[in-house]
Nanobody, 124 residues
Framework: QVQLVESGGGLVQAGDSLRLSCAAS????????VGWFRQAPGKEREFVARINWSGGNTDYADSVKGRFTISRDNAKNTVHLQMNSLKSEDTAVYYC?????????????????WGQGTQVTVSS
């Protein structure tokens, strides 16, 4: 089992940056795909980004491509999401989650363990 804890959220202005972190417990963390998802009020949870076990493969939603960067440090059991040029539409609760297979894609149902989320609010 893997336990995930997100941090780094907050209230920022449009154009600012934030760096989210996902800290994991469990010795097998380095073998998992790690994804970031977000859910805005009244909307469904949506995929943001994912990274494979080595960090060599990444994937982003079109809405964040070029602005967000996902990275991981397996020695520290941590995955980061660097968010630049934030927009009001990025406002949401951000969750990290883990999956076993890259081929599962960006579907949230493919992810096995989830954190509790961290709130990101971008004021315009």
């Amino acid at each position: 089992q893997v336990q995930l804890v997100e941090s780094g959220g907050g209230l920022v202005q449009a154009g600012d940056s934030l760096r989210l972190s996902c800290a994991a417990s469990g010795r097998t963390f380095s073998s998992y795909i790690v994804g970031w998802f977000r859910q805005a009020p009244g909307k469904e949870r949506e995929f943001v980004a994912r990274i494979n076990w080595s960090g060599g493969n990444t994937d982003y939603a079109d809405s964040v491509k070029g602005r967000f960067t996902i990275s991981r440090d397996n020695a520290k059991n941590t995955v980061h999401l660097q968010m630049n040029s934030l927009k009001s539409e990025d406002t949401a609760v951000y969750y990290c989650a883990v999956a076993e297979l890259w081929s599962g894609g960006s579907r949230s149902t493919h992810y096995k363990y989830w954190g509790q989320g961290t709130q990101v609010t971008v004021s315009s």
